[in-house]
């Protein structure tokens, strides 16, 4: 049976669907917070065990990169305050497998948490982009790490330890200082290339990747161990060309083979072998390793944005050159490569294209009358018009003031020439809304055939300029065919 518009239990039906929706989105949106706060702790903790187990001074201060510090700061980040709750689970699990009081991991766990908190907080003040598509983004996020959320995570942290009677006050400078480069590295290593995969996944491709973390780790045994460099500053002039040389070409792959240098590095070390082993001094050892993770992160990061800045600057000097930065159409840079286009299918598959010439009726009295921009609006509410009417085989140029040359590709006769170009002049000369005026335009079309009336840019566009001077002597808004050569 069906119900009328106006039937109550019409209405009642509508009710229950739409808060069923809405039941199902916080369903969805409940168990979606669930998985992030488990994969969040349960990655904080993971991490942490393993960053513990390398290097430490006590059961919850490392020496060297702590890992979870990076996680976490890439999760709020990316996902918001949202993700702190995983933060702090991911805390506590890391203190009861540590063997630390539940106070103390409680404690360290909101301190955790108030750190993200400030992170997330700062980095949208300072108006910084995930992306790191700038060097003011990259320094920005490092100047954030190492000179405000570590000595903030560093005093906090040591002073829950200090008042749960694990340090002495003696202990504290250097559980400050350890605190402090170990979370610093953890951060600038993972951070950065957690964010830049994350925008980046769609189409970065898996098998580069493992191609690459297969090479840096065979590279690493292959120097580290098999030729037993002992000293660090050969080992970074063998290494750093490699990991920089990737970051110009991409700068997650210079990330990730950075992460895995390091990661391999801090394996070797805990193991007793490889280049950060050599010395007596496990402190000496310590400090160069740090020193040698660090260098690789910051300059891959710093190479690899100017070289995205310098590309991303290149496509937008070349988008000017050749895009009319108004309507956001090729310009007549472009005008040779669409018309060798044109030609080359006449040759090759014996298309015809049709080269038309357009241009606005009466559109200097609206310049003149209202301002150059409203004449700005007229032209852009043209250009979408016309598109709507045009394929992706077609280009539509912008080659003067209000100029413009629309070549259909792959014709097959005048009869469906003819039917999209009277479309056009009906849309064009539909009234235009602009700042509360309405605006009356229309268009003249002049149209030349390839190769019938040419292969040169000279003929086509002459044949075509000449029709469209005879559409608008006779009388405008029509289309006129240039005649036979």
């Not at 749960?164 to 504290?172: E, P």
């Not at 400050?176 to 491709?205: A, C």
């Not at 950060?276 to 001094?281: E, I």
Request: charged letters at 15%; hydrophobic letters at 45%; proline letters at 2%.
């Amino acid at each position: 049976m069906l119900l009328s518009t106006q039937h109550p239990n019409y209405r009642i039906s509508l009710t229950h669907s739409y808060f069923e929706s809405v039941n199902m989105k916080n369903r969805h949106g409940t168990l979606l917070l669930l998985v992030q706060t488990v994969a969040m702790a349960f990655i904080y903790c993971l991490s942490g065990m393993l960053s513990l187990s390398v290097f430490h001074e006590n059961a919850l201060i490392t020496m060297s990169a702590f890992f979870p510090e990076g996680f976490a700061l890439a999760g709020v980040l990316l996902f918001g305050t949202r993700i702190l709750p995983g933060i702090l689970l991911g805390q506590l699990a890391l203190a009861y497998f540590s063997g630390f009081p539940l106070l103390t991991g409680i404690g360290i766990g909101i301190s955790n948490m108030l750190e993200a908190y400030i992170a997330l907080k700062l980095f949208h003040w300072l108006k910084l982009n995930t992306h790191l598509h700038t060097l003011r983004d990259v320094f920005g996020l490092m100047m954030l790490i190492v000179v405000v959320l570590q000595p903030f995570s560093a005093f906090t942290g040591n002073a829950i330890l200090y008042f749960s009677g694990l340090l002495t006050l003696a202990q504290i400078p250097g559980s400050l200082f350890y605190w402090w480069i170990g979370n610093v590295l953890g951060q600038i290593l993972l951070t950065p290339m957690l964010l830049i995969y994350y925008h980046e996944r769609s189409h970065t491709k898996s098998l580069y990747i493992l191609l690459i973390i297969i090479i840096t780790v065979l590279m690493n045994y292959f120097f580290q161990i098999t030729l037993e460099i002992k000293n660090l500053s050969l080992l970074l002039i063998i290494t750093l060309p490699a990991t920089i040389f990737l970051s110009t070409r991409d700068l997650l792959y210079g990330s990730i083979s950075s992460v895995v240098l390091a990661s391999i590095s801090l394996y070797f070390a805990h193991n007793g072998i490889g280049t950060f082993s050599q010395t007596s001094s496990m402190i000496d050892n310590l400090l160069d390793l740090n020193y040698f993770m660090a260098s690789h992160i910051i300059l891959v990061l710093l190479v690899g944005v100017l070289f995205k800045e310098k590309e991303e600057a290149i496509r937008q000097l070349r988008k000017m050159a050749h895009y009319d930065y108004l309507t956001g159409l090729p310009n007549r840079h472009m005008l040779r490569e669409e018309i060798h286009y044109a030609v080359s299918m006449s040759d090759q598959y014996g298309y015809r294209s049709a080269i038309c010439y357009l241009d606005i009726d009466n559109f200097k009295p609206i310049n003149d009358t209202f301002g150059h921009h409203t004449g700005d609006e007229v032209l852009k509410s043209i250009t979408e018009r016309v598109q709507k009417h045009i394929t992706a085989r077609d280009a539509f140029l912008r080659i003067g003031g209000d100029e413009f040359l629309l070549i259909l590709n792959k014709i097959d006769e005048k009869k469906e020439i003819g039917n999209i170009l009277e479309n056009i002049l009906v849309t064009v000369a539909s009234p235009i809304l602009v700042d509360g005026r309405t605006l009356h335009v229309s268009c003249s079309i002049g149209v030349a055939f390839c190769p019938d009336h040419g292969i040169t840019i000279k003929d086509l566009i002459g044949s075509a300029d000449k029709a469209m001077y005879q559409a608008k002597a006779s009388g405008r808004n029509q289309v006129c065919y240039a005649s036979a050569s």
